[in-house]
């Protein structure tokens, strides 16, 4: 099985900052890689698919890279409404799909 | 709109039953591919099953397999989840999601989601 490890499990940032958050694969899954952003009390909601196309009505301060093993998730500037927990997602042996731990982005 | 409203959820003891229902509105629901996603509380988001629009093919994650099935129905723009043999680790909010393919089988992402519905397996 593929395991799928976000880094870090959480960060404090303020409005503002870039921040980014890293996924590492166990083994190579290409591009297959998705990122969603899930707030207390909602469904998640699809950010990016394919490592690095933006999803129709995301903000472009979005964005993701990576191929292989090696993923990463950038915010250019922070603002209130991303505090939110952030999850990978593996696509690469579907149709079993693996989600990382998430990444719990909370205010500084 | 794309809608998905899930129903069904509730409290029911080990080894007991429950079929959630996943209701979908404003897409062609018999050509999108389905799938349930688990998230257990204050833990993070598990993929349970999927499924093709025709509903030929199931697919399910280990943990499930032999217990659940999922199936639908596309005269009713429905999607159920029967759950089996439940246990105390199945507790979960269950989220139905769409399946979208961008141009191969491994290339695929949930674009919509349900709003979730909880299941509590307890005694």
């Known amino acids: 099985d593929i395991q799928m490890t976000q880094s870090p499990s959480s960060l404090s940032a303020s409005v503002g900052d870039r921040v980014t958050i890293t996924c ?3 083994q190579s899954i290409a591009n297959y890689l998705n990122w969603y952003q899930q707030k ?27 191929s292989g ?24 042996t579907t149709p079993t799909r693996t989600f990382g731990h998430g990444t719990k982005v909370e205010v500084k | 709109e794309v809608q998905l ?7 029911v003891q ?5 079929r959630l229902s996943c209701a979908a509105s404003g897409l062609t629901f018999s050509s999108s591919a389905m799938s349930w996603v688990r998230q ?25 397999r032999g217990r659940f099935t ?13 759950m089996n043999s439940l246990r105390a680790e199945d507790t979960a909010i269950y ?10 089988v491994s290339c695929n992402y949930f674009d919509h989601w349900g709003q979730g519905n909880l299941v509590t397996v307890s005694s």
């Open chain 2, 40 to 64: 257990a509380p204050g833990e993070g988001l598990e993929w349970v099953s999927s499924i093709d629009g025709s509903g030929a093919n199931t697919y399910y994650a280990d943990s499930v």
């Open chain 2, 14 to 18: 080990p080894g007991g039953s429950l």
């Open chain 1, 40 to 66: 207390p009390g909602e469904a998640p909601k699809l950010l990016i698919y394919a490592a690095s196309s933006l999803q129709s009505g995301v903000p472009s301060r979005f964005s993701g890279s990576g």
């Open chain 2, 5 to 11: 409203v899930e129903s069904g959820g509730g409290l």
């Open chain 1, 24 to 26: 590492r694969a166990s």
């Open chain 2, 70 to 82: 999922i199936s639908r129905d596309n005269s009713r723009n429905t999607l159920y989840l029967q």
């Open chain 1, 69 to 92: 093993t090696d993923f990463t998730l950038t915010i250019s500037s922070l603002q209130p409404e991303d505090f939110a927990t952030y999850y990978c997602q593996q696509t690469y």
């Open chain 2, 95 to 104: 989220y139905c999601a769409r399946i979208v393919y961008c141009g191969s």
